[in-house]
Nanobody, 123 residues
Framework: QVQLGESGGGLVQAGDSLRLSCASSGFTFSTYSMAWFRQAPGKEREFVAFITYFGRADYADSVRGRFTISRDNAKNMVYLHLNSLQPEDTAVYYC?????????????????WGQGTQVTVSS
């Protein structure tokens, strides 16, 4: 059974940092590319960051330079380091998994999803 479980969200102030974690099981993690998406209230889920199974990363323009995605294939974990957080970063953050190394930003391109973790940034 495939499982993705996010953790690390919380309530922070503008300018603070957080590290989100996503624990994966039930599939061959080292052969899947992983991504983080987020969904703010009343908005569609949007792409945040992507990392291939061999470690190549890419980001949405809105977070490039502030967020860093990483993975540990030995632990079946993917992380998202969020720095210089702003109120507009407030959202539920989801991790997702897909086969292949293509940079895919559409939610339909991902086979597996976690339940999400809430990040709230106060001004």
């Amino acid at each position: 059974q495939v499982q993705l479980g996010e953790s690390g969200g919380g309530l922070v102030q503008a300018g603070d940092s957080l590290r989100l974690s996503c624990a994966s099981s039930g599939f061959t993690f080292s052969t899947y590319s992983m991504a983080w998406f987020r969904q703010a209230p009343g908005k569609e889920r949007e792409f945040v960051a992507f990392i291939t199974y061999f470690g190549r990363a890419d980001y949405a323009d809105s977070v490039r330079g502030r967020f860093t995605i990483s993975r540990d294939n030995a632990k079946n974990m993917v992380y998202l380091h969020l720095n210089s957080l702003q109120p507009e970063d407030t959202a539920v953050y989801y991790c997702a998994a897909r086969r292949g190394a293509d940079r895919v930003t559409m939610t339909s391109g991902y086979a597996y999803w976690g339940q999400g973790t809430q990040v709230t940034v106060s001004s």
